[in-house]
């Protein structure tokens, strides 16, 4: 089992659409918790940190679920902008703050 | 503020030729990363540095060594490349390694062919 697995997609979406990513973890030991976007051919880019409570930037809500060990974001109104590579990143829960990527999820919002 | 850059951003290399990724950021982190991307495998860790003066192995160091210079730079050196070693590699900062501010920062990356 991937130590971070997320559904690759693509999702295909219009403009103004929600849209919901899910990723789950396999270690329990993990502390932090983070979405990063990459667009085609350039680096990964921080989206946001997730907290426990679960945090919102704008359109953006991410989840946390450490009992399930599962990791949510939810994008409302979609723009053709967010079109993109989603990656789940989890840290290993020791020194050092190695992080863990999953493969990522390609979202294209579509006009 | 420039944040992490990477040079060169491309390069092409013949096998057994060696060379230098270089890296440095401009945030005051205490941590660097270096990571390599290809298709299908993700963000796989080469080599850290948690602190300025210490260095550590991640998932695939072989073949790759590091040198953290200084607090603000770090390079990653491939003596004798091979084919395999074709990829896109992304260094990375963060500010602290444990708890507190833990995200990482990317370069633009170096995109690397080794014929």
């Known amino acids: 089992r991937k130590e971070v697995e997320q559904d690759p997609g693509p999702f295909n979406v219009p403009e103004g659409a929600t849209v919901a990513f899910n990723c789950t973890y396999s270690?329990?030991?993990?502390?932090?918790f983070f979405w990063y976007r990459q667009d085609c051919r350039k680096e990964p880019k921080l989206l946001m940190s997730?907290?426990?409570s679960g945090n919102e930037d704008g359109r953006f809500t991410a989840q946390l679920n450490r009992a399930s060990q599962y990791i949510s974001l939810l994008i409302r109104d979609s723009k053709l902008s967010d079109s993109a590579t989603y990656l789940c990143?989890?840290?290993?829960?020791?020194?050092?703050?190695?992080?863990?990527f999953g493969g990522g999820t390609r979202l294209m919002v579509k006009p | 503020n420039a944040g992490v850059t990477q040079t060169p951003k491309f390069q092409v290399l013949k096998t057994g030729q060696s060379m230098t990724l270089q890296c440095a950021q401009d945030?005051?982190?205490?941590?660097m990363y270096w990571y390599r991307q290809d298709p299908g495998m993700g963000l796989r860790l080469i080599y850290y540095?948690?602190?300025?003066?210490?260095?550590d192995k991640g998932e695939v160091p072989n073949g790759y060594n590091v040198s953290r210079l200084n607090k603000r730079e770090f390079s990653l050196r491939l003596e004798s490349a091979a084919p395999s070693q074709t990829s896109v590699y992304f260094c990375?900062?963060?500010?602290?390694?444990?708890?507190?501010?833990?995200?990482?920062?990317f370069g633009p990356g170096t995109r690397l062919t080794v014929t």
């Open positions: 540095s948690a602190s300025e003066g210490t260095t």
């Open positions: 997730v907290y426990s």
């Open positions: 945030m005051n982190h205490n941590s």
């Open positions: 270690n329990s030991a993990s502390q932090s």
């Open positions: 990375a900062s963060s500010e602290a390694t444990w708890g507190g501010r833990n995200e990482q920062y």
């Open positions: 990143v989890v840290n290993r829960g020791n020194a050092g703050n190695m992080l863990t």
